[in-house]
């Protein structure tokens, strides 16, 4: 399987995505709750196939679709993103929110084989 980006694309995910964007983000999830996407991608995935399975959240960024679904009836969750700092926060919020046993975060560009692997095991 080939990768659809660049070789430099999980550094580049990093430099844009870094921490203090992804606290600013899990801040403002914190505050306010789902944004409109969320929400929308949430309710979907509750009305159409249940919420009582498990979750494969690829570019998960805070975790937000990951935690929603988990106060919702999912059970677990392997969470994929290519920025460390969005993984780290995600992470703190899981451990903060006692869920850190149900979620598996895996770091990486998910279009690549080797996250693949590590996401299918």
Request: aromatic share 8%; hydrophobic share 45%.
């Amino acid at each position: 399987m080939s990768a659809c980006c660049p070789a430099g694309f999980r550094s580049t995910a990093d430099t844009h995505f870094n921490a203090k964007i992804a606290a600013k983000e899990l801040a403002r999830y914190r505050k306010a709750g789902a944004g409109v996407t969320t929400r929308f991608l949430r309710d979907l995935v509750i009305e159409t196939r249940g919420a009582d399975r498990m979750l494969l959240d690829v570019g998960c960024g805070i975790g937000a679709l990951t935690f929603e679904l988990l106060e919702h009836g999912m059970n677990q969750a392997v969470s994929v993103d290519a920025s460390a700092a969005y993984l780290a926060a995600a992470s703190e919020e899981a451990a903060r929110r006692g869920a850190s046993a149900a979620i598996r975060f895996v770091p990486g560009d998910f279009s690549t084989a080797d996250v693949y692997l590590r996401v299918k095991d």
